[in-house]
Nanobody, 119 residues
Framework: LQLLESGGGLVHPGGSLKLSCAAS????????MGWYRQAPGKQRELVAV????????NYAESVKGRFTFPRDNAKTPMYMQLNSLNTEDTAVYYC?????????????WGKGTLVPVSS
């Protein structure tokens, strides 16, 4: 399974951006897809995730009400709309795909797309 992000780039505070993640390969096995981010000097953190079946969504508190999934399930390409961006959103954003497989889970990652928020 391969993941390719796009849509990053410089944005001003208060601006918007739409990230895309295209999956190829074993896409039929994906149970959930989501976005993580890593800011300079910080650990990678969950931003939002959506399930393939049922379209259940989960958002980090810091992005609730600002970031959304325009589509109602985890299908490729997977998008995330980022609104009301602020400087604390500056990070490399990584697409994640998760497959539940006995006995555990398998996580796949893209290479990331940079989102600098700056005036």
């Amino acid at each position: 399974l391969q993941l390719l992000e796009s849509g990053g780039g410089l944005v001003h505070p208060g601006g918007s951006l739409k990230l895309s993640c295209a999956a190829s390969g074993r896409t039929f096995s994906i149970n959930a897809m989501g976005w993580y981010r890593q800011a300079p000097g910080k650990q990678r953190e969950l931003v939002a995730v959506i399930t393939s079946v049922g379209g259940r969504e989960n958002y980090a508190e810091s992005v609730k009400g600002r970031f959304t999934f325009p589509r109602d399930n985890a299908k490729t390409p997977m998008y995330m709309q980022l609104n009301s961006l602020n400087t604390e959103d500056t990070a490399v954003y990584y697409c994640n795909a998760r497959i539940y497989s006995d006995p555990g889970v398998m996580d796949y990652w893209g290479k990331g797309t940079l989102v600098p928020v700056s005036s």
